[in-house]
């Protein structure tokens, strides 16, 4: 399957949740850490040595995603229960006590199945925009509206959708981790299914702008996502927050502030993202080994562009320790283009990297092409070097 794990290690949402992981300390006790964490060491302060440590180190760096930026995914709820038909899929999850369900819409491409699966998250106006040339590759679309699963229209102390529903109106939890939750359950049914319409591994996930935040999360947090498309993220998503200040992209205080994307525990950061212990190139290296694309845009300065370039340079640092360089792409280099449309220079590496990691029928190596005016140096932004893994 495409889990990411060890070879034989199944096809699991996390598979490190039996790596010992010590207590995290408090926002307050933190250090101040100018440039971007080192992803080979260890929270104990030793340094990876082998490629298999990997798996622990991201378990570790998934922890420190919850408690300090996303607010916890919970685990797979008691019961996941749901319908699969040609157009739709319906969820039913229930856990202690308290139940929920939402719907997905399905588009299926021409031909006989199984097909591979693009989780497309959209919902109002910010669905990815490059639907028909997947379709076209023979692979069909969920349709996920994040919304249904946690909604906007709540405030931080009064969360709404179907995962507020669950696990409390008042959990600390962020939308783009609940959003990620959702994806996780449509995963749980399609597993449950006998695999003839659509096939479980095999998917992946795209979103722009606030869903390409989500997208990214989801990526992240489930490793049956064979590939992962954040598009036009901005803060919050691909962007370093060490970068994002000196870029004058959206700052941490907006991006916490503009609705409750991010965990309640990010609030203690909004004015001092040096003194968070992970970022975003590490939520990033959490998708390693697996496929990544992140397609951006260098023509708005509020996205965070060199940023998130800076980002791409160092997640590929992991990637190549990992033996996985060809692993991940980046694309910023399009001509100019409203927010979430549709660029044509997109479309190829799009193209090959379905073919890659869901189709099974092409190889090409992902490339990092940043657009000249949103270039970062990622020498500038570390003092860690990139180790040879066994």
Not at 184 to 198: N, Y
Request: glycine share 14%.
């Amino acid at each position: 399957g495409a889990s990411g794990g060890a070879p034989g290690g199944g096809f699991v949402e996390d598979d490190g949740l039996d790596c010992a992981v010590g207590t995290l300390p408090e926002s307050a006790a933190l250090p101040t850490v100018a440039l971007l964490p080192d992803p080979f060491t260890r929270l104990d302060g030793s340094m990876l040595s082998k490629k298999s440590d990997w798996r622990c180190r991201r378990q570790e760096l998934r922890r420190q995603a919850e408690k300090y930026v996303f607010g916890t995914k919970p685990a797979k709820p008691a019961q996941v229960s749901g319908e699969i038909a040609s157009n739709r899929i319906d969820i039913d999850v229930s856990n202690q006590g308290k139940s929920a369900s939402f719907s997905v819409s399905v588009e299926l491409p021409s031909g006989a199945g199984p097909f591979p699966v693009l989780i497309s998250l959209g919902g109002g106006g910010f669905g990815f925009s490059h639907n028909g040339l997947v379709k076209a590759e023979g692979v069909a679309i969920i349709h996920y509206d994040p919304y249904a699963v946690g909604s906007e229209a709540g405030t931080r102390q009064n969360k709404q959708g179907a995962f507020y529903t669950l696990y409390g109106a008042r959990s600390s939890t962020g939308l783009l981790a609940a959003w990620a939750w959702g994806v996780s359950r449509i995963l749980d049914v399609l597993e449950q299914s006998d695999g003839s319409l659509l096939t479980t591994e095999s998917v992946a996930v795209a979103g722009c702008s606030r869903f390409g935040k989500g997208a990214l999360a989801v990526g992240a947090f489930d490793q049956r996502i064979a590939l992962t498309i954040p598009f036009e993220s901005g803060s919050g998503g691909v962007p370093s927050w060490r970068g994002i200040p000196g870029e004058g992209a959206q700052s941490p205080g907006s991006a916490y502030g503009e609705t409750y994307w991010l965990g309640d525990a990010f609030g203690s950061f909004t004015s001092g993202v040096t003194k968070l212990p992970i970022d975003t190139h590490e939520v990033l290296g959490m998708i390693a080994p697996r496929g990544l694309l992140v397609l951006d845009n260098p023509h708005i300065a509020n996205l965070g562009p060199r940023s998130a370039h800076v980002a791409a340079l160092a997640a590929a640092e992991i990637y190549g320790a990992l033996g996985a360089r060809e692993n991940i792409g980046y694309h910023s280099a399009v001509a100019d283009g409203g927010h979430c449309s549709a660029r044509p220079e997109h479309q190829e590496p799009l193209r090959q990297a379905l073919r890659k990691f869901l189709l099974g029928t092409g190889s090409q190596a992902g490339t990092i092409t940043a657009a000249a005016k949103a270039t970062g140096n990622l020498a500038t932004w570390r003092s860690w070097t990139t180790p040879t893994l066994l």
